[in-house]
Each structure stands twice: as structure tokens, then as C-alpha cells.
């Protein structure tokens, strides 16, 4: 990996560790479901506008079921559930639950894709559940419904995430990386438009969280995708991947510094199994045991 290569992972796990505090500011006064159609919306806009810029072609029309239910699967439902965690919960814990991503991609691969699940991926699930465990019985929130349900949420958001990966594999079209994120931001904005008139808007819109709410969808969204997809066309989607082991690392850094969050060794503990339960799928080796 180059030297610019490495400051632009850098700066995306930092720009999406940022997400998590920005949804701790919006959640709470505009709602689970404002906060994601705001966020997905905007930056579906955003990257439209790129595509014209640089010309690329919008297939939107020869694929919109398609894209619909990616945009559902990938954006949508996800940031419904990460918008309603940050409501409940530090944006640290969010971020860590997140990083179990590649643990559920795993499993669904394994279930819908036919990819052997081995020792070394089961050993990965084991500390993932371990890491999610010294975070929720011994980190700085007291244990409730609310933090259960919070953490349910991320869950499912990551398990979305998964079928979404499962998913985008099995699409029958051929599509550039740039028109599949353009169209799960836009799919997402419009599978969510008509669940807004239901959800009216809790708090106050100050210009604080007009600011944040701009600064979740054109930066951590929308700036944050065309920086994914160049890491994954110049150093391939594995190394890309390695974003997730950094993302909890700025996602607390940042809740510490801005909202004062608190940060314990047991968050500490947890975050660090979490990110050696994702590095042992994701890096499992070609000759590993598969489990019979």
C-alpha cells in the first residue's frame, strides 16, 4: 500500500468514525427516520450531481428495482437503525458494534454464497461475541432496555450490511462501483419517502444540527463513498476493508473529544476483541480447516 494510499484509508476511517458523533447530535431532535432520509437523500443528490460532472452514464431507469432494494438493504434500513441507537447510546458503542460487519458477511456468504466457513472464522465470531459482551456488561452505560434494544439496532444494521454485500454479488446487471453507490443512496432516499409524513420531528432544527445533518450526508456519506471505491479500484477491496479496524478507534476519539464521552479500559478491551474477531475473517488464509 503507497504512502497516499494509507493517508486515505486514514482519512476515511476518521470521516466515518465521525459519523457516529454527527448521529448523536441529529438523532436526538430530528428522529431515527429524518436523520436517515436527510442523510441518504442529500448525499444521493450529492453524488448524482458528481455523475454528471464527470459524465458517468445513469442507468437508474433500466434498473430501479434493482436499486431499490439495495438501497434498502445498504442504506436505508442501516441508517434507520444506527439513527436510533445514537439516540440511546455512546457513539463509541455504535462504531464497535459496526465493526462486526465482516463477521455477519461471513455468515451470510457462508449461508447464501456457498463460502466455507472455517476454524479460523469461527474463532473470529467467538471474540466478536466476546468483545460485544466486555462492552455491553462492563462498559460506562448501565445495562437497560433502552441499550438493549440500541444494541438490536446496530445489529440488524449490520446484518443489513451483510445482505446487502450478498446481494449486490447475485445482481444480474453490470454496473461501475460509482452508479452502485449513487443508486443505494438514491434507492434508500426513496424507499424511505413515505414513512416520513408518520415519524414527525421530535426536537428542535437548530443550526447546529443543520450543520451536522449536512456534514453526515456530503461528507459521510456521499465524500466518503468516492473515497471507498478508489481505495478499493487502487489497493482492492480486501485491503479497503481494513477501514473497519480503525473506524471505533476516531468514533471514540471523537465522541471523547466533542461530547465527552466516556472511555473505559473494558470499552478499550472489547473494541480491541471486536477488531481481532473482523481481522481473523476477514483475513483468513486460502489453506484454512473448514469446519465439518
Known sequence: MRHSDFLRLLGLASIWGASFLFMRIIAPQLGALWTAE???????????????????????????????????????????????????????YSAIMNATSPLWGAVMAAIFLGEQFTTRKMAGMVAGVVGVGLLVRLGPVAWSTELLLALLSCSAATICYALAGVYTKKL?????????????????????????????????????????????????????????????????????????????????????I?????????????????????????????????IK
Open 38 to 92: 436527510i442523510r441518504v437523500g442529500l448525499a444521493g443528490l450529492a453524488l448524482v450531481g458528481w455523475m454528471f460532472v464527470s459524465k458517468q452514464p445513469i442507468l437508474f431507469r433500466q434498473h430501479w428495482k434493482s436499486f431499490l432494494i439495495l438501497g434498502a438493504i445498504s442504506t436505508a434500513l442501516p441508517a434507520v437503525f444506527y439513527a436510533y441507537a445514537a439516540i440511546h447510546i455512546p457513539a463509541g
Open 172 to 256: 444480474s446487471v453490470n454496473v461501475n462501483p460509482v452508479l452502485m453507490a449513487t443508486a443505494s443512496q438514491v434507492g434508500g432516499a426513496v424507499f424511505l419517502l413515505p414513512s416520513l409524513p408518520f415519524s414527525p420531528i421530535p426536537g428542535t432544527v437548530t443550526p447546529t444540527v443543520m450543520l451536522a445533518a449536512a456534514g453526515l450526508a456530503l461528507l459521510c456519506s456521499a465524500v466518503a463513498y468516492l473515497l471507498y471505491f478508489r481505495l478499493i479500484h487502487d489497493v482492492g477491496p480486501t485491503k479497503a476493508l481494513t477501514v473497519t479496524f480503525l473506524i471505533p478507534l476516531f468514533a471514540l476519539l471523537w465522541g471523547s
Open 258 to 290: 466533542f461530547l465527552h464521552e466516556v472511555i473505559t479500559l473494558n470499552m478499550l478491551i472489547g473494541c480491541a476483541a471486536v477488531v481481532m474477531a473482523t481481522w481473523l475473517v476477514a483475513y483468513s488464509p486460502k489453506k484454512a480447516e473448514v
